[in-house]
């Protein structure tokens, strides 16, 4: 069974840019949630799509976007790009209320 | 407001030796509890999980933990490390299951040979 995949594994941008960063959970799992993960801030969560509506948000500027499509895949966009911005980008898929299973992430580096 | 401690940044243990990761959480509620590992430059595997139930819970790669309601704790342990277990660890606390999971800072585990 295929895990949760995230593309691309590495981005880099440059300030002011913005970026989609996409993620496919494992077959079955229609729950998708987002974090980010800095030396200085380590993991947070961003939000949570299930049946492609958010279900909950962190605490996050509204530059900070997602959806989710009918098939559950989610795309997570960043729009005009902060040095602070450059994180390691990391999904994770659920059946239901279980335990989350996490991709390899996208490491984002902001220039 | 939830919140997990991890107060041991980083530890040193030979390999063979004994291991304890020390977690503490802040959860008003009966909380799901879960250790995940991760390699340099990796996602997070899970190890295991509480939800419910018995409170010591078997993991995978030989780590088991134990839920303490009175502590509000739920430190990993293993009997004997293997050089392959150098890695950082993160003890989460999950809201209605793990639907948004609060981490802790990560402890740093180093093997020595």
């Known amino acids: 069974k295929a895990g949760v995949t995230q593309t691309p594994r590495y981005l880099i941008k440059t300030r002011g840019q913005q970026v989609t960063l996409s993620c496919s959970p494992i077959?079955?799992?229609?729950?998708v949630s987002w974090y980010q993960q800095t030396p200085g801030q380590g993991l947070q969560f961003l939000f949570e799509?299930?049946?492609?509506?958010?279900?909950n948000k962190g605490n996050f500027p509204g530059r900070f976007s997602g959806r989710q499509f009918s098939n559950s895949r989610s795309e997570m966009n960043v729009s005009t790009l902060e040095l602070g911005d450059s994180a390691l980008y990391l999904c994770a898929s659920r059946k239901s209320d279980t335990e989350a299973f996490f991709g390899q992430g996208t490491r984002l580096t902001v220039v | 407001a939830q919140s997990v401690t991890q107060p041991d940044i980083h530890i040193t243990v030979s390999e063979g030796a004994s291991l304890e990761l020390r977690c503490n959480y802040s959860y008003g509620a009966t909380p799901y509890l879960f250790w995940y590992v991760q390699s340099p430059g990796q996602g997070l595997q899970l190890l295991l999980k509480y939800f419910s139930g018995d409170t010591l819970v078997q993991g995978i790669k030989g780590f088991e933990a134990e839920f303490k309601r009175s502590q509000s704790s739920f430190n990993l342990r293993k009997p004997s490390v293997h050089w392959s277990d150098a890695a950082e660890y993160f003890c989460?606390?999950?809201?209605?299951?793990?639907?948004?999971?609060?981490f802790g800072q990560g402890t740093r585990l180093t093997i020595n040979p």
């Open positions: 799509y299930f049946s492609e509506t958010q279900r």
């Open positions: 989460a606390v999950g809201a209605q299951g793990a639907q948004k999971l609060v």
């Open positions: 077959s079955g799992h229609r729950s």
